[in-house]
Structure formats: C-alpha cells, structure tokens
T-cell receptor, first 113, second 112 residues
Framework: DVKVTQSSRYLVKRTGEKVFLECVQD?????MFWYRQDPGLGLRLIYF???????EKGDIPEGYSVSREKKERFSLILESASTNQTSMYLC????????????FGDGTRLSIL | KQEVTQIPAALSVPEGENLVLNCSFT??????LQWFRQDPGKGLTSLLL?????REQTSGRLNASLDKSSGRSTLYIAASQPGDSATYLC???????????FGAGTRLTVKP
C-alpha cells in the first residue's frame, strides 16, 4: 500500500513565523501535491510537482512556496504565516501517468495565532 | 473554470437505508472522476475511480455512476451502516493533466 506521511498532525504557530510542512511518500511517485481544506470550500490546490526540483502553481499559491529536492519529499513553506492560513493541509502523491489516483496523507491541522 | 458541486451538504439516515450522493461538474472534458471518503480529522481514502469512457464502477456495497455529457455522477450506498458515517468527496481530473477539482463534500451520518 502507498504510504504518504505528513510530519505533524497538529501544529500551532504565531503570526509572522516561517512554517515548514513536510510530506514523504514511499511509492516512488513522480507527482506530489499540496492542498488546503476549509469548511464549505473543499480542497484547493496550492502547489504541485511533477518531478524533482520542479513545481507548478495551483489555484491559491499566494503566501506559500514549495521545495522538492528529493523525489520522495515535498515541503510546503509558509514564508510569513498569517491567521488566514489557519487550515487543514493535505499532501498527496500519484504515479506519473495522467489520471492516476492520488493517495493522501492524514493531514496537518495548522493554527496560526 | 471547472466547478464541482455536491448535494446535499449533509445527510442523516437510519441504518439499513439505501442512499444516493450527488456530484455535478460544469465542464465535461474530464479524464476521470474519483469518489473519496474522509473520516473526521483524517486524510482522504479513495473509494472508486471512474474513467471518462466508463459508465460505472462497483466495490462491495458502493456503486458510482458517471454521465459525462450531463456533468453528473452519483455514489450509491446499499444497506448503509453506522461505519459508513463520514464525509464523501468527489473530484474530477482535468483532461490531459493531473490537476483535480474537488467538491465540498457530503457529510453522511448513519444512525443505529
């Protein structure tokens, strides 16, 4: 089974801090994704990556950046955290072919105070 | 821009009932459609994936249908059980890439 592991289940940070969310997958998947999930809005794509050192903006990239130095690891960075970034963050991975199912981690619930 | 809508937002049924969850999407140029289950505080678990050329997929008590031309999908759950209580999300993969669009979900409660 595919395993997608997010480093923290719960995280509390302060406004202005630089925050790192880490995601690791063990299936050698080419594609990795970061979403945020808010009540009534569903999942919205922040960034995704098709390969090492490659990244593409999703629908809501403002205030975020990403890093993919190794194939198995995809990091989401909040450069200067703000209260409106309080949310559930979900990481996913999929094999490289178009339309392959995405496999999700358990999520990180981030609170910015 | 692709919009995905799920109706109803919440549903409560007694145990044993058959039920239908609805998903609609505005652009029929999709690669596939996927139904997920999400338990409180958890990530998403894939239930069924329907390719754009398929009409339905079945797994146990679950049956998902797809009518691409009308932009609709349904998830049918037979003989519901309290363990089915969760939020169910549908998502479409946009044609020719791996970008997915999600609905906001239907929160299902099955009462014993």
């Amino acid at each position: 089974d595919v395993k997608v592991t997010q480093s923290s289940r719960y995280l509390v940070k302060r406004t202005g801090e630089k925050v790192f969310l880490e995601c690791v997958q063990d299936m050698d998947h080419e594609n990795m994704f970061w979403y945020r999930q808010d009540p009534g809005l569903g999942l919205r794509l922040i960034y995704f990556s098709y390969d090492v050192k490659m990244k593409e903006k999703g629908d809501i990239p403002e205030g975020y950046s990403v890093s993919r130095e190794k194939k198995e690891r995809f990091s989401l960075i909040l450069e200067s955290a703000s209260t409106n970034q309080t949310s559930m963050y979900l990481c996913a991975s999929s094999a490289g072919e178009v339309g392959q199912p995405q496999h999700f981690g358990d999520g990180t619930r981030l609170s910015i105070l | 821009k692709q919009e995905v809508t799920q109706i109803p937002a919440a549903l409560s049924v007694p145990e044993g009932e058959n039920l239908v969850l609805n998903c609609s999407f505005t652009d029929s140029a999709i690669y596939n459609l996927q139904w997920f289950r999400q338990d409180p505080g958890k990530g998403l678990t894939s239930l069924l994936l329907i390719q754009s050329s398929q009409r339905e997929q079945t797994s146990g008590r679950l049956n998902a249908s797809l009518d691409k031309s009308s932009g609709r999908s349904t998830l049918y759950i037979a003989a519901s059980q309290p363990g089915d209580s969760a939020t169910y999300l549908c998502a479409v993969t946009l044609y020719n890439n791996n970008d997915m669009r999600f609905g906001a979900g239907t929160r299902l409660t099955v009462k014993p």
